[in-house]
């Protein structure tokens, strides 16, 4: 079956702009969560989504948000973007997001903010 | 706060030699642990995961024991090849605020040589 699928896998934006990234999970998968990926503070978390509702979130700023489609389809959005924001993101979706449940990640969504 | 601490890298072997990475581990509850594995330009793959203690989790050659009595979870592999050249995160996995999250160590950068 078709893994994590993450839309679009480049982007380069302006400061101060918006951007929103899109994360399709494995079919039947109904939990999805965010990650962000930099060389100087490695994989940090931002927020997990089930059925809809937010269950978790990381330490991120509010310029940080997410939602999840009844579809399971998630996307997150990052406004007034600063040049920190620069990073890979990345989505994983398990089938219920219980701790044992192994995560499955996409090709994550690489961010330039120039 | 959960947190997990793994060796630094990068780790250069030659091909057939033995593998340890290291990794250890804080955590309140009793959490799951996993091993991922990322090729460059390339998410995050499961290698492998423990739910409980004395657990052994196995893939490809790859082993790791979850030591609850030294919160350890070191990654082992007797015969290293040229394609296992990658960046390996240790995780665990809480159930925690309502939700899921992973937890990941900084990344060992493995390069293995002819």
């Known amino acids: 079956k078709a893994g994590v699928t993450q839309t679009p896998r480049y982007l380069i934006k302006t400061r101060g702009q918006q951007v929103t990234l899109s994360c399709s999970p494995i079919s039947g998968h109904r939990s999805v969560s965010w990650y962000q990926q930099t060389p100087g503070q490695g994989l940090q978390f931002l927020f997990e989504?089930?059925?809809?509702?937010?269950?978790n979130k990381g330490n991120f700023p509010g310029r940080f948000s997410g939602r999840q489609f009844s579809n399971s389809r998630s996307e997150m959005n990052v406004s007034t973007l600063e040049l920190g924001d620069s990073a890979l993101y990345l989505c994983?979706?398990?089938?219920?997001?219980?701790?044992?449940?192994?995560?499955?990640f996409g090709q994550g969504t690489r961010l330039t903010v120039v | 706060g959960d947190s997990v601490t793994q060796m630094e890298g990068p780790v250069t072997l030659s091909e057939e030699a033995f593998l340890t990475i290291n990794c250890t581990y804080t955590?309140?509850?009793?959490?799951?642990l996993f091993w991922y594995v990322q090729y460059p330009g390339e998410g995050l793959q499961l290698l492998l995961k423990?739910?409980?203690?004395?657990d052994k989790g196995s893939n490809k050659g790859f082993e790791a024991t979850y030591r609850k009595e030294t919160t350890s979870f070191h990654l082992e592999k007797g015969s290293v090849q040229v394609s296992d050249s990658a960046v390996y995160f240790c995780a665990l996995s809480e159930f925690t605020g309502g939700g899921n999250k992973l937890t990941f160590g900084t990344g060992t950068q493995l390069k293995v040589e002819l």
């Open positions: 994983a979706s398990s089938l219920d997001g219980a701790r044992s449940t192994e995560a499955f």
């Open positions: 423990a739910t409980k203690a004395d």
């Open positions: 989504y089930f059925s809809e509702t937010q269950r």
């Open positions: 955590a309140t509850g009793y959490p799951s």
